[in-house]
Each structure stands twice: as C-alpha cells, then as structure tokens.
C-alpha cells in the first residue's frame, strides 16, 4: 500500500491555466506539508497543516492555494501558472510536531509550464 | 536563521569505494538532523537520522554521527554499490517545530 500518493505524477500545462495537485496519507498522520524542489534540486518548504489547520505557510505567492478537506487530504491549487512555477512538488505527512518525527514524503508531481 | 551546508556535487565513486558526504548546519539550540536520499525518478526516503549531540544514526551500511561541537552531520559508508547512486540531501528540524531545512542536495554516482 502506497503511504502518500500524489496525483498526478506528470502535468503539463501552459501559462495562466489554473492546476491541482492532489495528495492523500494512509498513515493515519495528523500533520500534512507541500515542498517545492527547483531545476537544481534545492528543496524547500511551502506550507503545513495540522489537523486541517494551516500551521506553516512560507512566503509563497498567493496563487497558491493549499486545501486539506480531512486530516488525509491536502491538496494544493494553483492559480495563472507561470514559467517559474515548474518545479516538482511534494507532499510530506508525519505523526504530529515538536519532536523527531519521521516526514514520508510523496512520489512528487512534476509540473512543466509552458 | 536555520541553515543546511552540503557538499557541493556531483560526486562520482567507483564501487567499493569509501564515501563521505560533508554537511554543516547552523541553527539555534539543539535541532534534529537527519539524511535523505532521493533515487532517481522517486520521491524522499529518510535513509537515517540523529536527535541529540553524539548520537549516531545508521541504515544500509550509511552513518552519520551528531557532532555538536563541530555543528557537523557528515554521511559516511565504507564500501559503496552502484544501487546507492542518488541525491543525498542532509536536513535539520529546530527543537518544536515542525518543518524541515534542507540541504541543496549532493548527487551520487556510482560506477562499476
């Protein structure tokens, strides 16, 4: 069974489209993330939710929009695409916050805007 | 601000070859470092981690140790295979929070 699935794995799209990006845990985990990794690899965080509460929130454009429907779902919407938004996307669950606890991270959704 | 150093790449090794893989870290108190690596074409997998200082995390014959005084959490195998070839990325989480820092990644080639 996959632990954090992510659809879809490969989106194409032009400039100025509106996209989602699903994401689902069968963890059973209360805290979900979204993370942006560049054409170089440099990872970084973009937003938390706790409890379908948004906990972190990295200085991100507004164009982006998470939404977490239960505790096993984040999604993550996108508004007027642009070029600098191609990147793949990954989405982390764990098991709650201040401590160690284990981020499963998704496959990744590889987004291109042309 | 919190912050992960790593070593810049590529790294290319032959197989059995010795392996280190520096990162620094620099952030307040007593952060949670650990070691992710990303196979290609998939997502992260936590390949071993460390809570405190001088606590020494393994997995897969990989090991890094927690050295405070140093601020230092280097990866290190003895012997490495083809299989290991991937992104490396070093990370830290503060004390109580709940998002990670990492690294900008090292990619690890590794030929017969």
């Known amino acids: 069974d996959t632990a954090v699935s992510q659809t879809p794995k490969y989106l194409v799209t032009q400039m100025g489209n509106d996209k989602s990006i699903k994401c689902e845990q069968n963890?059973?985990?209360?805290?979900m993330y979204w993370y942006k990794q560049d054409s170089k690899k440099f990872l970084k965080i973009m937003f938390s939710y706790n409890n379908k509460e948004l906990i972190i929130n990295e200085t991100v454009p507004n164009r982006f929009s998470p939404k977490s429907p239960d505790k096993a779902h984040l999604n993550l919407h996108i508004n007027s695409l642009e070029l600098g938004d191609s990147a793949v996307y990954f989405c982390a669950s764990s098991q709650g916050s201040g401590a160690p606890y284990e981020q499963y991270f998704g496959p990744g959704t590889r987004l291109t805007v042309t | 601000g919190n912050s992960v150093t790593q070593m810049e790449g590529p790294v290319t090794l032959s197989e059995e070859a010795f392996l280190t893989i520096n990162c620094t870290y620099t952030a307040t108190g007593y952060p949670s470092l650990f070691w992710y690596v990303q196979y290609p074409g998939e997502g992260l997998q936590l390949l071993l981690k460390a809570t405190k200082a001088d606590d020494k995390g393994s997995n897969k014959g990989f090991e890094a140790t927690y050295r405070k005084e140093t601020t230092s959490f280097h990866l290190e195998k003895g012997s490495v295979q083809v299989s290991d070839s991937a992104v490396y990325f070093c990370?830290?989480?503060?004390?109580?929070?709940?998002?990670?820092?990492f690294g900008q990644g090292t990619r690890l080639t590794i030929n017969p």
């Open positions: 963890l059973g985990h209360d805290t």
């Open positions: 990370a830290l989480r503060r004390e109580g929070a709940q998002k990670l820092v």
